[in-house]
């Protein structure tokens, strides 16, 4: 009785550290930050009182270009690997889309850029709606949000290539959080990892069931009024655990530094749909090349993750408003994490980890 009664109680303290996610981001100009218990449906960002520094307010024109949105949709199985990203940097949209055949060592890569944001438009919360990037003739990209029944759907037409991918939420607790950024900022992100995909991915003339090559997926939705200039690493795993006692459970992985750590941190772990809070992580790798193998660890001794790159998908730009240096790597984890005295090992699971620079 003792312990049920403690583990009650625990548990009352955990939940009472989550914001009611029914509510909006901004209340009377303010974001509230802090986890919250689901994604957000309201993400109100027009409700925020921008100011500078000395508490004068910003212009719209000023308030129009600091916000920053991106969404990132992840695949990843034995066979192949698949990212696509899709952002509104206020001076252009851009999207990108890559997949990787692990078995033949080809890498499928495109990039397009819409001026000011042409032709696009991005969902405004990661619980209903949809995100849409076209050039006619060119690409049609869409990432919907639905909320009954909860699940993410990702769809890319292009020359070449055809993915139809949908990653079931509803048995999965989702990572939600609000961190301040800068002075007088604020960032918002929902992150999922760990499900299985659905949907065929169709490159050239070959044609894969996401299902029977057992893809998993993750999902990145992030938005707010990001520091100026700006970095972060980020690690992210989706697949089915391979030895142990645990094998064939499901687990997803999501590892950051440099963005949202003021106060609390973005990095978790999940089991079964189970989202447990991590430590933050110190990434290790030679930024001179960074397809040599990165070292990733939790600063209480939790997590030793070794990553073997297969390769790259790179974005360069160097303009008067808009620089950044993007590399995001695709590969193979080794290592382990400690969960309430457990060691799972992770060995095989495939993923990402990302090095990222941007003055914006």
């Not at 916000?67 to 949209?93: N, P, W």
């Not at 973005?266 to 960074?290: A, I, S, V």
């Amino acid at each position: 009785a003792y312990k049920l009664s403690l583990n009650i109680l625990l548990e009352a303290i955990l939940m009472s550290q989550f914001l009611d996610a029914s509510l909006p981001l901004i209340i009377d100009g303010e974001p509230r930050f802090g986890y919250f218990d689901d994604s957000l449906a309201l993400i109100n960002s027009q409700d925020f009182e921008y100011q500078t520094p000395f508490g004068q307010p910003r212009s719209e024109m000023q308030k129009w270009l600091g916000l920053k949105e991106f969404q990132y949709f992840g695949g990843m199985s034995d066979t192949l690997i698949f990212g696509c990203a899709i952002a509104h940097l206020r001076y252009v949209a851009a999207a990108f889309v890559y997949v990787y055949d692990i078995k033949q060592r080809k890498l499928w890569s495109r990039s397009w850029r819409s001026p000011l944001g042409l032709g696009f438009n991005l969902a405004n919360n990661p619980r209903q709606g949809q995100s849409h990037f076209k050039i006619p003739m060119v690409v049609d990209i869409r990432l919907e949000y639905q909320n009954e029944p909860r699940q993410k759907i990702l769809f890319i037409k292009c020359k070449g290539l055809e993915i139809n991918a949908v990653m079931d939420e509803q048995d999965l607790q989702v990572m939600s959080l609000c961190t301040q950024t800068g002075y007088n900022g604020w960032t918002y992100t929902s992150k999922s990892a760990g499900q299985a995909l659905k949907g065929t991915v169709k490159l050239g003339k070959t044609q894969l069931d996401l299902e029977t090559i057992k893809a998993y997926g993750s999902l990145d939705f992030s938005t707010g009024y990001m520091r100026h200039e700006t970095w972060w690493n980020w690690a992210c795993s989706a697949g089915e655990i391979q030895q142990g006692a645990r094998k064939g459970q499901r687990v997803g992985l999501n590892l950051s530094t440099g963005v949202n750590e003021t106060s609390f941190s973005e990095n978790c772990f999940w089991l079964n749909g189970q989202c447990y809070p991590l430590h933050h992580t110190q990434f290790e790798f030679d930024r001179k090349d960074t397809l040599k193998p990165w070292a990733i660890t939790a600063n209480n001794g939790a997590l030793r993750l070794h990553f073997e790159p297969m390769g790259m998908h790179r974005e360069k730009v160097k303009a008067i408003y808009l620089n950044t240096h993007f590399r995001q790597m695709f590969g193979e984890f080794k290592g382990s994490i400690v969960l309430n005295g457990e060691e799972i090992c992770l060995d095989g699971l495939k993923g990402f980890v990302e090095d990222q620079y941007i003055t914006w």
